[in-house]
């Protein structure tokens, strides 16, 4: 595999590719995610029928967690590709392997068609969606900080996590629309396919914008010694760096707290407070856009005042308040409730999130920055992002939201500790 390095994209409409190039493929690959968590309890009655509706949607979020086995293989094979031949040629490929996994599920026949294969296609789509990911973060976030301005770097790398935030009101919305305007029957028989099908018709545009972006500057100045690298050697030089991988890993199993607000929360809300989903994704929608603002503005603090100040003021604020939160939502929980409960986690959550892709590309020099990134990432986020939903189902069900907030509010004190005595200052530091 050659790579072939272009000059550095210069001027607006440069630095505006640039940023929509490197964040799209994010969206895609969150919005396929989110579209799964917000639509599980529809999918479940199609393809993991059961006698008892609540199993259903316990099978039905296992296919979600077992997608994010599929990331740490993703990371371990994809990341020191990017480190190797580019960040532009493995964005390309990461974009269009999320696609095609929606695509699959958009066209996968349901379990009263081909019985058992539904099921299992199902989470085949699944893994190879995770694959895709457990390189797509990674990449991205190394891409546009590289791309970055040092003076403004968190600020001018935000546009990824904002797209998080855009492929989960986008995903909300299309869900909600989906479940509004098709009736009970048509949503059963195909209105569920339609988020799909629209995932992968996305894909396809973001995979010819990523053929044209420019490759970043700090991998062009080391892109002759890098061609010159076996993969196995980049991979083995992670072993120089055991504080900031575990470090990353930390900071990813905050993960959890993000899943449980913007994409279960909702279904978590209707399964205990009765309250219904199309508010509940109204609510959600509305939530989103606060993360959306927060990122960018905690983004751009972080810049004059440091990253490790946000990052240990997002796990505090969680331990204070994720119980008397989670316990608003008991019972008959109304519209504005669920709406206020969301918007101060998503609050929460994008104080960290603004920060977070900057921080991680910080930690490692330009050769391993990729692999240091993704492969404890992928590892964290398949043992605890993707289990969120359904560790969050089972802990209720043995002591309600009491168990949730323990769950949570045990991941805050790690994080805590670890910021206290392991997390460096990055603020300031070259990524040449």
């Known amino acids: 595999m050659q790579t072939t390095i272009d000059a550095p994209a210069t001027g607006v ?50 296919a979600f967690a077992i997608g994010f086995i599929g990331r740490p293989i993703g990371a371990i094979i994809l990341s020191p590709m ?22 699959i599920i958009g066209l996968c026949p349901n379990y009263a068609q081909i019985g058992i294969l539904a099921p299992i296609i ?23 900080n590289e791309h970055a301005s040092p003076k403004n770097r968190a600020f001018n790398a935000s546009p990824q996590q904002i797209s998080i935030g855009l492929s989960v009101l986008a995903a909300t919305a299309v869900a909600a629309m989906t479940t509004k305007f098709f009736s009970p029957e048509t949503l059963q028989a195909w209105g569920w396919r339609v988020p799909y099908l629209l995932g992968a018709a996305i894909s396809v545009y973001g995979f010819f914008m990523r053929r044209g ?21 980049i991979l083995a030089a992670l072993a120089k760096h055991p504080r900031e991988t575990l470090i990353v890993f930390v900071l990813q199993m905050n993960g959890v707290l993000y899943y449980m607000w913007l994409i279960f929360l909702p279904t978590y809300a209707n399964m205990i407070g009765g309250l219904p989903r199309p508010e509940g994704f109204a609510g959600n929608m509305i939530s989103t856009v606060v993360y959306i603002i927060g990122v960018p503005t905690f983004a751009y603090i ?64 330009t050769e ?3 692999s240091g990134i993704g492969i404890p990432y992928a ?26 907030s323990l769950y949570a509010m045990l991941i805050c004190v790690i994080s805590i500790v670890t910021h206290l005595f392991l997390t460096p200052e990055t603020r300031g530091r070259s990524l040449d």
């Open 13 to 62: 409409n440069g630095r505006v590719k640039t940023l929509v190039g490197g964040s799209i493929g994010h969206f895609i690959e969150w919005f396929d995610w989110a579209i799964y968590g917000l639509m599980a309890g529809v999918i479940a009655a199609q393809m993991f029928p059961a006698a008892d509706p609540a199993v259903s949607l316990i099978s039905s979020l296992s």
């Open 122 to 144: 199902i989470v085949l789509s699944r893994l190879l969606q995770g694959f895709a990911g457990g390189a797509e973060y990674q990449i991205s976030a190394t891409f546009l």
């Open 213 to 233: 972006l420019d490759e970043t500057p700090s991998f062009a100045a080391n892109a002759k010694k890098m061609a010159n690298r076996s993969l196995g050697s």
């Open 379 to 404: 590892i964290c986020a398949a043992l605890f992002g993707g289990t969120a939903p359904l560790v969050a189902t089972w802990l209720h069900g043995l002591g309600g939201v009491w168990y949730v």
């Open 302 to 365: 972080s810049d004059r005042v440091g990253r490790k100040p946000l990052l240990f003021a997002t796990a505090v604020l969680f331990l204070i308040f994720v119980y008397p939160l989670l316990s608003l939502l008991n019972g008959q929980v109304s519209f504005w409730t669920f709406t206020l409960v969301a918007s101060i986690g998503a609050l929460f959550l994008s104080m960290n999130n603004g920060v977070l892709g900057t921080v991680l590309s910080e930690l490692f020099p």
């Open 82 to 103: 990017a480190d190797k031949y580019g960040r532009r040629t493995l964005l390309a490929a990461t974009i269009i392997m999320s696609g095609a996994g929606s695509l």
């Open 368 to 370: 391993v920055r990729t």
